[in-house]
């Protein structure tokens, strides 16, 4: 116990205050000078952890647009739903390589679920089924390139 009558171990529990405040100005210049828009941010300094994700269309003030990762219609008299890439960079179906990958052909995917990463600058960005369904087809090459709004899935409505 200490003099104030609280223990050691409470008082490394509780975040510094100037470490928060050092990792959420590190976020900002992270996300500040990445060349296209990001999902999550998360920065650690010992034990203290900042995690920052920005859903939909929400936009960061001080960062560069954000992409959502909602699936578009696929083009008239299709009832299909495409997910399409958040970002530009190099579309992953699998965790880590030789690993399952996330989806395949068949597979039912409920909404939220991660069916893909998508690589771009060192970072790695879930790709999530934004509504239910069964993939019916995967429109993107393993480790390979993808542009921005790119179709990755194609799934057929839950």
Do not use: C
């Not at 958040?86 to 996330?102: D, I, K, N």
């Not at 993107?140 to 179709?151: G, S």
């Amino acid at each position: 116990m200490t003099a104030g009558g609280t223990s050691d171990e409470a008082v490394l529990a509780e975040p510094d205050d100037a470490v928060l405040t050092g990792l959420r100005r590190h976020a900002r210049d992270l996300v500040a000078e990445l060349a296209g828009p990001v999902r999550r941010v998360r920065l650690s300094s010992g034990q203290t952890v900042l995690e920052v994700e920005w859903h939909g269309v929400a936009q960061p003030t001080s960062a560069p647009s954000v992409a959502a990762v909602a699936p578009t219609p696929a083009p008239a008299g299709s009832d299909q739903i495409v997910v399409r890439s958040p970002v530009v960079g190099t579309f992953y179906r699998a965790p880590e390589p030789g690993a399952a990958p996330f989806v395949a052909v068949g597979d039912l995917v409920r909404s939220g679920q991660v069916v893909g990463i998508v690589e771009a600058m060192k970072l790695m960005n879930e790709v999530t089924a934004e509504s239910a369904g069964r993939v019916v087809a995967v429109l993107a090459v393993d480790a390979a390139p993808v542009e921005y709004d790119q179709p990755l899935l194609a799934l057929e409505p839950a």
